[in-house]
């Protein structure tokens, strides 16, 4: 390891809590898909922030719009208006179709927004008894890690020393329509599901799975909340992955590419029925929906919009994920995905084969010990893209 690295991971691991275990490179600047780090080496970006940067880093148009806020006014808390939030949701209703925005500033914290919701959503509106609202959720989720998020995690890791735990949650296996059916009571105020669970693996449900919670939901009015803070903004080769089946959940969550990685910014979006349940004073947030957040939400979603990044995911992805199962390797158990968001599952663990691709100029990072998760900019070049393919080719064929 260069002299430069190494000062910088010991300052980190002296003095930083050591709650990630990251790859040993140091970056110091991005372009694109691609990032430098502090030695000047180029590394082509395969994780893009986990989704966060599907634009690229550092977009011109979206780092334009955050100078040019900046210079003019970047918090105003809400206990006043700004000029910033209505145009944002004004745009977040012409591109998604719903009919009001709660922004917030992490996805975890759009998550808790959406728990909060979606409860009182169930007392006012469909009447369940006080204190006794159900939330369904899946196994292998991933929604954030506060306290109460965690609480319905079925990762022991993710429980572990957290405890006492919040109550009125369900897990039904990920993909099973009929324990989802058996699952509903009188009390079940909502289903909260990725439509792809991106931390488990970039796990997709069965066909159909999605369209069939939509029915069971509608059938026992009960709200259907899709996390898409990592499959929505083009990631999987639609706008959001819940159009690959053709519904309209009753809640969308997106944070992540929402800022293009420039900030956090994350959003609830559903009907007046809904969110209308929250008056003032029910929730809020010192920086949610601030006019610095808003500027760069509004110019990250146009960059999407105008580049077509979901179409691209979708052609690239296809053409990606086709090469990548050519690749001929006993260690390569199954390859899988939608849009430019692939899955390699491996015989061997994933984290060698990760530090080998970077030292071959590539990140990519492993979920699970035995998946890598290829999740580049969605701006990508087709060139890039087949020279990421032919690196994990070379190296897999190596170990
Ligand atoms: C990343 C992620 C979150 C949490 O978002 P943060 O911005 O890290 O708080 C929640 N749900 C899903 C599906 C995610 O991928």
Known sequence: MEALTKDFIGLEEQYGAHNYHPLDVVIERASGSWVYDVEGKRYLDCLAAYSAVNQGHCHPRILEAMVEQAQKVTLTSRAFRN???????????????????????????????????????????????????????????FHGRTISIVSFSSEDQYKDGFGPFLEGFKVVPFGDAGALRAAVTANTCAFLVEPIQGEAGVLIPPDGFLAEARAI????????????????????????????????????????????????????????????????????????????????????????????????????????????????????????????????????????????LMKEGMLCKETHTTVIRLAPPLTIDRDDLMWAADRIEAVLGRL
């Not at 004004?90 to 728990?115: D, K, Q, R």
């Not at 009753?250 to 209308?276: H, Q």
Request: charge should be negative.
């Open 83 to 141: 000029d910033q939030l209505p145009l944002f949701y004004e745009e977040l209703h012409a591109l998604t179709g719903f009919e009001m925005t709660l922004p917030m500033n992490s996805g975890t914290e759009a998550v808790e927004s959406a728990i909060k919701v979606a409860r009182k959503w169930g007392y006012a509106v469909k009447g369940i008894p006080a204190g006794r609202a159900e939330i369904i959720v899946c196994t292998n989720n």
């Open 217 to 356: 939901c509608t059938e026992h009015n009960v709200l259907l909340i899709a996390d898409e803070i990592q499959s929505g903004l083009g990631r999987t080769g639609e706008m959001f992955a819940y159009q690959h089946e053709g519904i309209v959940p009753d809640v969308l969550i997106i944070g992540k590419a929402l800022s293009g990685g420039f900030y956090p910014v994350s959003a609830v979006l559903a009907s007046r029925e809904i969110l209308g349940v929250l008056h003032p004073g029910d929730h809020g947030s010192t920086f949610g929906g601030n006019p610095l957040a808003c500027a760069i939400a509004r110019a990250a979603l146009r960059v999407i919009v105008e580049e077509g990044l979901a179409e691209r995911s979708a052609l690239l992805g296809a053409e990606f994920l086709e090469r990548l199962r050519r690749i001929e390797s006993p260690h390569v158990r199954s390859v899988r995905g939608r849009g430019l968001w692939i899955a390699m599952e491996l015989n061997i663990a994933a984290r060698p084969v990760c530090e080998a």
